[in-house]
């Protein structure tokens, strides 16, 4: 027998039977609650088929084996197995793999090309399946359902190895909780701090190495290993010892606490909630955004959000599986999520007050989230009053939407030069590149309004509040005289180095 | 709170942006003119005064205390 299996899968393929496993006699719940999810999410991907590595080996469980594992009467084996999901049939992926392998015969370039091919057409992703009977799902990496309202911007690549192809599958990492060297707050500040992998290129820390960072220097829930859980001080300190910025926000509000939420996600970031029922705290990742063109943009004093419009967030819970959708209850004044209960069917809810947001950061973004959002206000009440006044309109027939975001720099500028809010000519662009210096991460105001289009304020991110510096005014109209003079009137109200505007020689440019 | 009557536009302006046409009733010799920017300013800071709740709930957001960080997080379902 070879080391790759393969199978013919649907959503009523029985994993536990396949993989051979077996409820421990102690077990309080259902160990394979979460492989079962698994199951029932890649069938809805359109999984047909499987393949199953007899023998892998996880940098991730290797760790965990190495410090907690190993250490038991029990021989635990260092080797995982790993399940590999397919949207083709069984003879189809046989035939396809081979045809992969042929193709790359000519050539490194071929060979990557075919194998990103193959990946983006039918790979859906894997699962490592640790030997663990009590806690099976390792380290697991699916696609995500992306549509025209589910939005993951965090989304990277990840790079795996089956028969000779590299495979690609772009995700979140996700995990069960282990109860070992792991519970819900290390798991969600590891698989919140992979978006890091990609924009700093930082080798993602293991579970053992996040929960032993928290531990080192408090101990206020008791031994660290197996774990207690971690306080929130602890989550902040295992992040800070990573060199990388806890941003923590209170969640007492709903509008402000998904404002923040949606900023966090529209920079490309996972943000971690901790969020409360019945007296327990609990901690998730959040991986992506569901927004409802059927609710309203309701403007709180002329300004709106399009957080406003979420209906739910995508979230990674180790008690249940990876890219949940937990809807929004609009009617409350704090953040509650409606997420489907461990033990329930479908039909039913737990509902979660979230209670803090945890962002782990680029340490030397400075400005917070909270702190652009107030930028932002300010902005677009200059904004929002230029226009009334100049256009003889009372306050409360302008509004404003406002997003804000940190991009870094360069994505920021590729913006500029593609899509849909790229320069109008290319002298407006020329420019920009030669007169502003954009910082590692810039903080990013989006301001619009039906009479001015869209308007960027950039922030200089390593500076605070109370010394703020605008970087430049970037207005997005093409043609539109009424977004330039607004940009300009906001170009001067808040003293910013750079004014671009589309045309080049206009009696406004700077 | 008023409704934005004109939610499904803006929805249209993030995902495509609109070309505006050319105004001349937005010249900006304005700009220029001290007693208007004075105006521009009264208004401005009548906007903030209007949202002052806007603004106490952002910072709400921000003001943390020693019970926050020792919330224990160990859900075990």
Request: glycine fraction near 6%.
């Amino acid at each position: 027998m070879g080391n790759t299996l393969l199978y013919a899968f649907d959503a009523s393929t029985d994993l536990e039977k396949l993989l051979e496993l077996a409820k421990p006699a102690f077990h309080p719940g259902d160990p394979f609650r979460q492989l079962n999810y698994i199951r029932s999410y890649v069938a809805t991907l359109g999984g047909k088929s499987m393949a199953l590595e007899l023998e892998c080996i996880d940098r991730h469980h290797v760790e965990d084996h190495s410090v907690y594992y190993s250490k038991s009467l029990r021989s635990y084996s260092n080797t995982c197995r790993r399940l590999h999901f397919f949207n083709l049939a069984e003879t189809e992926l046989k035939v396809a793999m081979e045809t992969v392998l042929e193709k790359a015969q000519a050539g490194a370039a071929l060979y990557r090309a075919a194998c990103e091919q193959f990946s983006s057409e039918h790979y859906l992703g894997f699962s490592v399946i640790k030997p663990m009977h009590g806690a099976p799902v390792g380290r697991t990496v699916l696609r995500a359902k992306e549509g025209k309202h589910s939005h993951f911007p965090g989304l990277l690549p990840t790079r795996v190895h089956l028969k000779g192809l590299e495979l690609t599958v772009s995700g979140i990492p996700f995990q069960q909780q282990d109860y070992g060297v792991s519970a819900c707050a290390t798991t969600a500040i590891w698989a919140s701090l992979h978006y890091l992998r990609g924009s700093e290129n930082l080798r993602s820390p293991t579970p053992v190495q996040i929960t032993r960072l928290a531990t080192q220097s408090q101990l206020p829930n008791g031994r660290a290993i197996p774990s207690e859980g971690l306080s929130l001080e602890q989550m902040c300190s295992s992040m800070q010892s990573l060199g990388i910025a806890p941003c923590l926000v209170a969640a007492k509000e709903r509008y402000v606490s998904l404002a923040v939420i949606h900023a966090a996600l529209r920079s490309r970031m996972v943000p971690i909630l901790v969020m409360q029922r019945n007296g327990v705290h609990h901690a998730v990742a959040v991986t992506g955004s569901r927004i409802s063109p059927a609710l309203e943009l309701v403007p709180k004093f002329g300004i709106a959000e399009d957080a406003s419009s979420l209906e739910g967030l995508h979230l990674h819970d180790d008690r249940r599986g990876p890219y949940l959708l937990a809807p929004v209850d609009h009617t409350k004044s704090a953040l509650i999520l409606q997420i489907h209960g461990v033990d329930e069917s479908n039909q039913v809810f737990e509902e979660w007050t979230v209670t803090h947001i945890l962002i782990p950061t680029y340490p030397k973004i400075h400005l917070s989230f909270l702190e652009l959002r107030v930028i932002g206000g300010m902005a677009s009440d200059a904004l929002r009053a230029m226009v009334a006044k100049r256009l003889g309109k009372p306050r409360d027939d302008v509004t404003a939407l406002l997003a804000i975001q940190f991009l870094r720099g360069p994505v920021y500028v590729e913006s500029l030069i593609h899509g849909p809010y790229r320069l109008a000519n290319q002298s407006q662009l020329d420019r920009f590149l030669d007169h502003v210096v954009l910082p590692r991460y810039v903080g990013v105001v989006s301001l619009t309004t039906e009479l001015t289009g869209r308007i960027d304020l950039l922030l200089d991110s390593t500076e605070t509040q109370h010394n703020s510096r605008c970087l430049a005014v970037v207005s997005h109209s093409s043609g539109g005289l009424r977004g330039a003079v607004a940009a300009k009137f906001l170009h001067q109200e808040l003293r910013a180095n750079h004014l671009s505007v589309p045309a080049e020689d206009s009696p406004l440019t700077t | 709170m008023r409704a934005l009557q004109t939610s499904s536009s803006l929805f249209a302006m993030i995902s495509d942006p609109p070309s505006l046409t050319p105004e001349t009733e937005m010249d900006d010799a304005w700009l220029e003119d001290p007693e208007f920017r004075a105006q521009i300013a009264q208004e401005i800071e009548a906007c903030r005064v209007e949202r002052q709740q806007w603004y106490v709930h952002n910072q709400e957001a921000g003001q943390l205390t020693e019970a926050d960080f020792a919330v224990r997080i160990d859900c075990r379902e």
